[in-house]
């Protein structure tokens, strides 16, 4: 027995509980020779023998228990007995069993001094924990913690085993930093070209992690369910074995609580009250006999060990437990997440190792990589020095390369621009054939680009045909026969045709000549085709044409075509009437056949061209296109009257005289020619009508007056018959004044547009809206005919727009808007004063055309002086030019003045006063004083704009400025308002700028 039992016993021995009789027979014949058999294993035992005689020889009977048997005194004895054997087992008595015992044993215990002999300790019964208020916040669901459970394992081969990992992050990242780094994880993934099974879980994967990610509320519901799935296993694995015979011990419940804040994250609070309801609550079990002692730990953001509070580092890992926060410098624990300021300490450790990572990265000129990992960094810890200094460093070498990568490519498309005119020249030669010009273009496309693909199949067989042709080239000395030499010549072209050796060659032999030349008969023409020689390479054709006769050589006639490839033409120059020959020679190069191929005589048939009729009083005219061959026969009919023949006096015309108005006359034209043989020939014939009358008189006094808003008042004498027609013509060639035509109002306004509107009577209003001459053509129509009058010209001339004058240091730049239908503008200018006119003999007079003023987009003059300019718009007709009223520009500075004062105004306030004034301007510009106190202000820019001038057409100009501008002194300055204005005048200072508070 330990020393535990002896104190119970002499505390039970203390009051006198036992029979006397018994107690002292127990004593000395079993107890106190047992207690002296071990007197050696403990020296208390003496003593407590010595107590328990001592207690004998009290007086048993003054307490109370001399009515107790001895089978009673027995049993209570054995009991205790037992209870003090239990209670050596673990040395702990409980609050609850003491108390159990005080009461039955009642008669045997006096309770002080039980409490004061009680030696060993009195613990507190065990209490149930409380359930933390965080244990009730609602979990992820369990079939979607499975479902990403089951993707995590098709990736990588089951590496991960939750959405932390398989980003890389600490599970005390901020939402914010581990919603960023799934996106961009999620992007990258979306751009894997291969979509395998893994491709598609990680794709799922990564879209839950951004769902869960968005919002905080979201991310504690997945922490909540990560953490139960491993205490699940803990309670499958470890619990259930610790809970052996539905009992748990102190040591088994307090390895429990570890386990579960070691393994799953819980807090200790969370963990406590999470075994005992495994324990307690679902399996059943007694609960410990007492609270254990479990000391409060902090768990390693790495590794998770528990380790004490008073540890700095993990025991473990090593891994600092406490941190100082970047931001405010205070320390902090790890495990608390957020620092008083606010800032994420868990992303302290991530931004380190991101920054650590893209030095690694920049270091193996990792750029992306680097600039990935600076990016995570600084969402981790936005004011961290080394990845901020990083960043800089990358922005530089992204700087480099860029410039770098832009003159790489600038040279690179200059070098396929250079590439492409190449190749579409190689293109074009081997089309045509030249190949010995296609090959020097394929060598300076090699030094060009040398990657092209043409290189490979245009220059490969240029460089094989032309081995081929040099080949045969040097044969050709060799060969003795002509014809061999032909045939091999020929060859040659017909894979080279810019080899010039071969064409010489060939050339010192004449061709052959063609044969069968046929001639077809079209109309105003003639179409010839011919047979070419037999040859390997056809010649070239030289056509003769001859009048009168059939050429018997190339220089026998014409040579209307000297260089054909071809086997037909047409020959559209020939005229009606004439007797032609032709012939067609073979050439090649210097070298014409002399045989050749002949035609017979040919000749066109044809009736005139243009045939008109314009009838007058009792007179018909005719016109048509003169002949240059053949004789002109008209026959006039008329209903009643007998067919008369007529001859023509001159040619192309005819007028027909002494017939009746009003009576339809229509005269056939046949032309008669001789053919070859001599034979006369007569042609069909063209007819027509025409009925003689009187026509209109024709408008010969129309006036027009034009309005300074370019309105046009029209006057003329009114026709005694007829409607007179005023149309607005552009077209310089108008009919002469009488020219009648055969046509209504229809067709004239098919041919000139519609008519000036309301001219019933003899005056019209019309608005001009066109730039440059205007012809207004005055038309009489009646009974079909239209009868011309004389035209006036009226014009319109619009100024220049937006004129404009630029200073670039060393000229003067004059710049305007062209109106339209104007291109050419008179310039006129001189450095002493305005231009008095266009006609100024002393200034400098220049015309200027659009087409030179777009070489370099303005007027220009050296700067070393200032000009005045004058701009007139500039109309021709019929050689001369009219000009438009002119625009001015002046280049010298006009100097403005201003001074300071003050007066009383009519309410007795003072007033301060800036008049300016300009002794040689038009007007003065709007102008703007600025106020400043503790200097003059130097620019526009500088002060306060305490008033505004507006433009004035007067030469001085006044500015109030109240009272509250100068309560104290201060420095008032004028300037030009328009910063484009600012370069024609200058501003002079008064002496004293500074305004001084007038005396109060």
Known sequence: MNENIYTELELFLDPPIIHPEELKNELENKLIPEWNKKVNASPKFKALTETARKYLQRDLATLGLANLSNTAWKEKLDELIRHITEYERDGILEESEYKALKTKFSPFFKEKTIESKLHFPVTPDFQPPAKPASLNDEAMSISEMDAMTADLKLIADGSYSNLYELLSMSRTSTTKALLETAKEINEKNRRVPQKTSEVDAKNRVLGKAITIFKDDTFRKKYDIALKRRPFDKLCREYFDLRATGKTVSNEDYELSVKDAQQNCGYSQAEAEWLVYDYYINQRKCSPPRHKADIKPTLQCPACFHLNDVSFNLCSECGTPLKIECPQCRKESLFSTGYCQCGFALGDRANAIMATKEAKKALSENKIDEAKSWVRKSLIYWKDNADALALRSQIDVIEKQETERKRKEQAELEQKRKQAAVLENKIRELTAKKYLFEAEKVVTELKEVYPESAILQNEGKQVAATLSTVRSDLAKLPNIKTTQEKLDLCESIIER?????????????????????????????????????????????????????????????????????????????????????????????????????????????????????????????????????????????????????????????????????????????????????????????????????????????????????????????????????????????????????????????????????????????????????????????????????????????????????????????????????????????????????????????????????????????????????????????????????????????????????????????????????????????????????????????????????????????????????????????????????????????????????????
């Open 496 to 1000: 080279v045709n810019d080899c010039y050796e071969a064409k010489q060659a060939l050339e010192k032999f004449p061709p052959l000549p063609p044969s069968n030349l046929q001639v077809k008969e079209l109309p105003n023409s003639f179409q010839l085709s011919w047979t070419p020689p037999q040859a390997r390479r056809v010649p070239h054709f030289i056509l003769v044409r001859k009048t009168g006769g059939i050429p018997v050589s190339a220089s026998d006639g014409e040579q209307i075509a000297k260089d054909l490839d071809g086997t037909t033409y047409t020959d559209s120059t020939c005229s009606i009437g004439v007797i032609y020959g032709y012939a067609v020679f073979s050439r090649r190069g210097e070298q014409i056949e002399t045989t050749g191929t002949q035609s017979k005589l040919l000749q066109l048939i044809g009736d005139v061209q243009n045939l008109q009729t314009q009838p007058n009083d009792s007179t018909v005219t005719l016109t048509w296109t003169p002949l240059s061959a053949g004789s002109v026969k008209i026959i006039r009919s008329s209903e009643g009257i007998a067919d008369k023949e007529i001859f023509s006096q001159k040619p192309g015309y005819l007028q027909d005289s002494n017939l009746k108005n009003g009576q339809i006359y229509t005269y056939k034209v046949q032309v008669i020619f001789k053919n070859p043989e001599g034979k006369e020939i007569i042609t069909p014939g063209k007819t027509v009508s025409c009925k003689p009358v009187l026509p209109p008189s024709a408008v010969l006094d129309l006036k027009a007056d034009i309005q300074p808003n370019d309105e046009v008042l029209l006057h003329w004498t009114p026709p005694k018959k007829g409607h007179v027609y005023i149309f607005v013509v552009k077209e310089k060639n108008l009919p002469v004044a009488g020219f009648i035509q055969q046509t209504g109002l229809d067709g004239l306004i098919k041919i000139y547009g519609k008519p000036i509107e309301n001219t019933e009577t003899n005056s019209a209003n019309w608005q001009n809206t066109e730039t440059g001459y205007i012809s207004l053509l005055p038309v009489t129509v009646e009974n079909g005919l239209a009868v011309f009058g004389n035209s006036v010209s009226v014009h319109k001339i619009e100024e220049v727009k937006n004129l404009r004058l630029y200073n670039s240091g060393t000229h003067w730049h004059l710049r305007w808007d062209w109106a339209n239908n104007v291109d050419k503008v008179l310039i006129v200018y001189r450095n002493d004063q305005p231009p008095k006119g266009k006609n100024d003999n002393v200034a400098v007079r220049k015309v200027l055309s659009k087409k030179e003023y777009d070489v370099e987009d303005a007027f220009s003059l050296s700067a070393n002086q200032d000009y005045y300019f004058a701009v007139y718009v500039l109309l021709e007709k019929d050689g001369k030019f009219t000009a438009s009223k002119g625009i001015h520009r002046q280049t010298h500075k006009t100097i403005i003045k201003y001074s300071l004062s003050f007066r009383r105004g009519s309410s007795g306030e003072i007033e301060g006063v800036v008049e300016i004034t300009a002794e040689n301007a038009e007007s003065l510009p709007a102008c703007i004083v600025k106020r400043a106190e503790d200097r003059p202000p130097l620019t526009r820019h500088e002060g306060a704009q305490i008033a505004s001038s507006a433009e004035s057409q007067r030469k001085r100009s006044g500015v109030l400025l109240p009272k509250k501008y100068f309560a104290e002194d201060c420095f008032i300055r004028v300037f030009i308002k328009d910063v484009q204005q600012s370069g024609l005048y200058r501003i002079i200072d008064p002496p004293q700028r500074e305004l001084e508070l007038y005396p109060r």
